[in-house]
């Protein structure tokens, strides 16, 4: 299960402080770390402390986490609990995301009331591996795993089609997992929308949602929806994408979507 929360850049000073809210909640230690500065090979965590110093003096702005093993573990998505931070200053966003096994990795709870203190804009859960094909645009991709490109419409893309030809449009999939400016955006399984959405979204318009599974305040100024399980076998299933066009439809998320790239200091490359 991939968690991912996002933040308006300066939410946090630095990475030492994005590592201190991260790993506040944790039920079992996290054993590895790895950053451009501070770890570049990777290291055994011994102190919590000692790392958070570690960050700070050097200036990090992200960083790798993981309970494994092994050092190189991170590299093999979904045998370990892990975690990620990074700064985005070209989409002015703070980001951390979670690769979470099962329940006993963290209080994810408690994570979300701290970040909310911290005006988080966007939450949500989702399968990473499942959300891929409602945001793959390479079209040898889908011919290396035999899924099929019908319904798919084709462009021109500036950026991808001198390097690979035509690729998919992916502004057609109301699943689109997208990063723009100040927040990672989708209609994903589960989300949690933060103090900081309002800004951006009408608070009404979420809770006027009927079709969800689950609706709730969870902190102030936080609302939790569910419009499907993230276990679902399909995301591309019609039952899946009709709920997630209606709920974009009833959030005005395409349109928020457009002015959120529109702030951004370069054309979106989807």
Known sequence: MRFEISFTIGAFDDAADAFSLATSYL???LT????PISFTQGVWISDYNDVQKTLSSNKDDCFSLHDGSKISDLDVVGNVNAIVYWRDEGFSTDVIAME???DSFIDLSAFIEAAAIRKFNLGMIYDAHKANWQNEQIISNFEAYGKSLEGRR???????TPKVG???DIRNNPGRHVQ???????AAPEMWFGPGAWGYFEESDVLAFDKALKKEVVAPGTIHIKLFDFKEWDYEARPILEIQSAFRQCTDMDAIEEKLNAQLPFPPVY
């Open 154 to 160: 084709l462009i021109s893309h500036p950026y991808w």
């Open 100 to 102: 979470i096994l099962d």
């Open 27 to 29: 039920k079992k230690p």
């Open 32 to 35: 590895v770390i790895k950053s």
């Open 180 to 186: 723009t400016h100040n927040m990672r955006l989708m």
């Open 166 to 168: 035509f690729t998919v």
